[in-house]
């Protein structure tokens, strides 16, 4: 070897030693601190603020399961996201524990002895004491879609569990059956695992087999009733809002001319009815493009949609009717608009086809001094787990974070309680015009091959004579 060639030789080698030497030592440091670092914009695989201060007010003991062999999960998996994810609990004191039932069959047994959880191997299970909550790994990761994105639901239910096991009482809210109304099992398992983690305990309720209301109902919802109430049914309910009852009612439009005379009665009490119509925006920023029915209406400045303040919140609120707020006005009682279309909205009756104009109330709260609360949606679609599971999944997302809020805070007299939210992750595209396109083509396809062969040949007319 010539002397050029052995210097060229040891540089080369030095450098690579040292590059490894640096790679190493970096590892090290990294794995000693356990350091992790979320890069993505909505901060998936970290723990918002909120549940961290949710989760250290808690004093009891919570442990989380993951009914697998951790060992076994490969990086970059929907399972190591997830897991990444509790060890952030971890770090808040929450115990977390991975048991393979196949290896350990007793496990199922001692967390679910009585079998009503369902439990298989790949949930997740959160307990403290008595109390267990399963979670199943597809839940967490949510939802995705091509076209708008990913909802992310790890952080909400991970922390809605946690808080629902180390609760003393968790209250109930009661899903009325007996009126053709969306089923809380196939049409609202989406909302109802929301209402869940944020400490609600969600039941089906019948009006008609029930004596009363029952005593520890906490909330009461109708969800796209399409028939009336019953008499006997209305005094259930009159009764229960004259012991301070909290009420959901959420009306689709229907194509029918059929009256729901009970509730429209009951719900004058609160000032408040509905109209048999449907809603259409004539405001080209408010609606989806070809679909004036496809409403996305705006909220109002009030104090109970403060949470709000400041955002352009968006409601996509497709083939709504809409809500009155009638002139009766009464002392004891408060009515305020919630969600509004723009002046350029217009209605057409079901019956009779009257045309009516805009702005109109999509959704009205009532309160009654130191009682009853009422909110009244003209649209029951936005909550659906066909809606989310739709191309709009990620829209209609933002309607039912606003439910979740109204429903937690409002409804419950918790002004400061704190609400997780699945996060959305709306995916960008980067739009390119032909002419930009021919361009980016010459660029990638002849320049930049020219430019590394030319670049080649340079370095090898310098070597060649080493």
């Keep these: 070897m010539n002397k050029r060639s052995l210097k060229y030789g040891t540089n080369s080698i030095v450098l690579i030693v040292a590059v490894i030497a640096i790679a190493i030592v970096v590892n090290l440091l990294v794995g000693m601190?356990?350091?992790?670092?979320?890069?993505?914009?909505?901060?998936?695989?970290?723990?918002?603020?909120?549940?961290k201060d949710i989760v250290k007010k808690i004093k009891k003991e919570v442990t989380i399961y993951g009914l697998f062999d951790n060992a076994t999960i490969?990086?970059?998996?929907?399972?190591?996201?997830?897991?990444?994810?509790?060890?952030?609990?971890?770090?808040?004191?929450?115990?977390?524990?991975?048991?393979?039932p196949d290896k350990d069959p007793g496990t199922l047994t001692s967390l679910d002895p009585q079998k009503t959880l369902g439990l298989t191997k790949g949930d997740f299970v959160v307990k403290s004491g008595n109390k267990v909550r399963r979670l199943g790994a597809q839940d967490l990761y949510g939802q995705s879609n091509q076209q708008t994105g990913r909802t992310y639901s790890a952080e909400p239910l991970i922390t809605g569990a946690i808080k629902f096991v180390a609760s003393d009482v968790t209250p109930v809210a009661y899903f009325v059956e007996g009126h053709n109304e969306l089923s809380l099992k196939n049409d609202l398992n989406q909302v109802s695992k929301i209402l869940q983690s944020n400490n609600l305990e969600v039941k089906s309720l019948s009006l008609l087999t029930e004596k009363n209301i029952p005593e520890d109902c906490h909330l009461l919802v109708f969800a796209s009733p399409q028939k009336d109430l019953t008499d006997e049914e209305k005094i259930k309910l009159d009764a229960y809002v004259k012991k301070n009852g909290k009420i959901i009612f959420l009306f689709d439009s229907l194509e029918s001319n059929d009256k729901l005379t009970n509730f429209e009665d009951s719900?004058?009490?609160?000032?408040?009815?509905?109209?048999?119509?449907?809603?259409?925006?004539?405001?080209?920023?408010?609606?989806?493009?070809?679909?004036?029915?496809?409403?996305?209406?705006?909220?109002?400045e009030n104090d109970i949609n403060k949470a709000f303040a400041g955002?352009?919140?968006?409601?996509?609120?497709?083939?709504?009717?809409?809500?009155?707020?009638?002139?009766?006005?009464?002392?004891?009682?408060?009515?305020?608009?919630?969600?509004?279309?723009?002046?350029?909205?217009?209605?057409?009756?079901?019956?009779?086809?009257k045309v009516n104009k805009g702005p109109f109330n999509l959704a009205v709260a009532a309160e009654v001094s130191g009682g009853s609360k009422v909110l009244v949606f003209g649209n029951s679609k936005f909550l659906s787990d066909k809606a989310l599971a739709s191309q709009y999944g990620t829209y209609f997302q933002y309607g039912t974070n606003y439910f979740l809020t109204t429903v937690v805070n409002w409804m419950q007299d918790k002004t400061d309680e704190?609400?997780?939210?699945?996060?959305?992750?709306?995916?960008?595209?980067?739009?390119?015009?032909?002419?930009?396109?021919?361009?980016?083509?010459?660029?990638?396809?002849?320049?930049?091959?020219?430019l590394i062969l030319g670049c080649?040949?340079?370095?090898?007319?310098?070597?060649?004579h080493l």
């Design 74 to 100: 490969p990086g970059g998996s929907e399972y190591r996201e997830i897991t990444n994810l509790i060890n952030e609990y971890k770090d808040l004191g929450v115990k977390v524990k991975y048991v393979d």
């Design 267 to 300: 719900l004058s009490y609160f000032n408040i009815g509905f109209n048999y119509d449907k809603v259409k925006e004539n405001d080209s920023n408010r609606h989806l493009p070809n679909d004036d029915y496809a409403l996305i209406a705006s909220l109002t």
């Design 33 to 51: 601190g356990n350091f992790r670092l979320d890069l993505t914009s909505a901060k998936l695989y970290s723990i918002s603020e909120q549940s």
């Design 418 to 450: 704190q609400t997780i939210s699945s996060k959305v992750v709306i995916p960008k595209a980067l739009t390119v015009t032909e002419s930009q396109t021919k361009v980016l083509s010459i660029v990638l396809i002849g320049v930049l091959p020219l």
């Design 311 to 353: 955002a352009n919140y968006p409601v996509f609120m497709p083939d709504s009717r809409s809500i009155n707020i009638l002139k009766n006005q009464k002392d004891w009682l408060t009515n305020t608009q919630l969600i509004t279309t723009t002046n350029k909205a217009e209605s057409t009756d079901i019956v009779g086809g």
């Design 456 to 464: 080649g040949l340079f370095v090898w007319s310098r070597r060649r």
